[in-house]
């Protein structure tokens, strides 16, 4: 089993939707929790860090579930221009600042 | 503000011939600092980390190595290429523990 896994997609939806992705990760002592998006043959850009407590930028609310060990990310009122690749990344306690990702879910959104 | 630089951006390799690529960050001082690679259509793996100059640790075995002369430069090398050094190169600094922000990569192809 991957430390941290996502779904593929892709996630095809129109505009106006609401979509939301999840991402598990096996290592229940993990610290801190990213989400990245990345635009096709470009380098991943970090979009929020996810808090205990949840937290929410504009249209994009993240939640973390430490019980179940899971983050989401749920786009609302989607826009052309969030097509893209959304990587999730899980900190590991202990040690260095290394960060474990997601092989990522790619979005699709269309007119 | 932090900027990263990564070069060259795109770059064609015949097998067995060596390798050298520069990531250099400014605006900050005593980085943390990465390399990934991605292949295709996968997840960021990574290769090195360094917490300061001289600094390197491996996280896979593999045909490359990094070297950090500097302390706000990163340099991934290899004596000699093999087809599946292909993919998607990137370093990514952060400023303390947490956050990790990528430069804007390096496109291998070996042939």
């Known amino acids: 089993r991957k430390e941290v896994e996502q779904d593929p997609g892709p996630f095809n939806v129109p505009e106006g939707a609401t979509v939301a992705f999840n991402c598990t990760y096996s290592n229940s002592a993990s610290q801190s929790f990213f989400w990245y998006r990345q635009d096709c043959r470009k380098e991943p850009k970090l979009l929020m860090s996810v808090y205990s407590s949840g937290n929410e930028d504009g249209r994009f609310t993240a939640q973390l579930n430490r019980a179940s060990q899971y983050i989401s990310l749920l786009i609302r009122d989607s826009k052309l221009s969030d097509s893209a690749t959304y990587l999730c990344a899980v900190k590991r306690s202990g040690g260095y600042n290394k960060l474990i990702f997601g092989a990522g879910t790619r979005l699709a959104v269309h007119p | 503000s932090q900027t990263i630089h990564q070069w060259p951006a795109t770059l064609v390799q015949p097998v067995g011939s060596p390798l050298s690529l520069e990531c250099t960050v400014e605006g900050t001082s005593n980085p943390n600092l990465y390399w990934y690679r991605q292949a295709a259509g996968r997840g960021l793996q990574l290769l090195f980390y360094s917490v300061g100059i001289g600094q390197i640790s491996s996280e896979v075995p593999q045909n490359l190595s990094a070297s950090r002369p500097q302390d706000r430069q990163f340099i991934l090398s290899s004596k000699k290429l093999l087809l599946s050094d292909s993919g998607f190169y990137l370093c990514?600094?952060?400023?303390?523990?947490?956050?990790?922000?990528f430069g804007p990569g390096t496109r291998l192809t070996v042939l």
């Open positions: 990514a600094w952060s400023p303390t523990n947490n956050e990790q922000f």
